[in-house]
């Protein structure tokens, strides 16, 4: 089941026609992970710290399917759809009441505080579990 974060849309996140600018997705996704991350009980600031490793996005594909304006209130599902050794990725969708606005799909890697590619740790590994491929595949457009 995917996770859900509501997001509303502020008059700075929209551009001079009204409809929420593009990139702003790709704030509204990052902060529905950082959610998501938080749900599994995953610490990231933690992780750093004992770990020595963080998560960074390697590769987007964004679809924007249709336009979301100023005072709507929006919903992100994040959803696992593959992990691997040193990669995890997501499905990750906005929608407006039962109308998808934006897919994505997002790679993160795992990589040493200096920047470094790093395995994810089999803690880690272990909270999102053995069967990870059988989450749900990121939805055609």
Request: net charge neutral; hydrophobic share 45%.
């Amino acid at each position: 089941m995917p996770h859900s974060h509501l997001i509303r849309v502020y008059y700075e996140d929209t551009d001079l026609a009204g409809i929420v600018y593009y990139a702003n997705y790709l704030k509204f996704i990052e902060r529905a992970r950082t959610e998501w991350v938080r749900s599994l009980g995953i610490d990231q600031v933690r992780m750093k710290a004992e770990a020595g490793i963080v998560f960074a996005v390697r590769r987007v594909e964004a679809d924007y399917l249709r336009p979301a304006k100023f005072d709507d209130l929006l919903r992100v599902e994040t959803a696992l759809v593959q992990v691997s050794g040193a990669r995890i990725v997501l499905a990750q969708d906005v929608w407006r009441g039962e109308e998808r606005l934006f897919a994505s799909q997002v790679t993160l890697v795992c990589l040493t505080d200096q920047g470094a590619p790093a395995r994810l740790p089999a803690d880690l590994r272990a909270i999102f579990g053995p069967d990870a491929k059988q989450f749900r595949q990121h939805p055609a457009t």
